[in-house]
């Protein structure tokens, strides 16, 4: 319908762990050492980014 976001795919299981799909790395920075990734998650928009 319009202006309803579609509904978001559920997490894959993996040896019996739930895992999410990358869609795409947007960014990525160095924290205390530490690489961190800004992430668009298959299948989620914009404001689900981490």
Known sequence: FPGQRPSQPPPVKVEDEYHYE????????????????LVRWKGYGPEDDT
């Open 22 to 37: 990358v869609n795409e790395i947007l960014d990525s920075r160095i924290v205390r050492g530490r690489l961190q990734y």
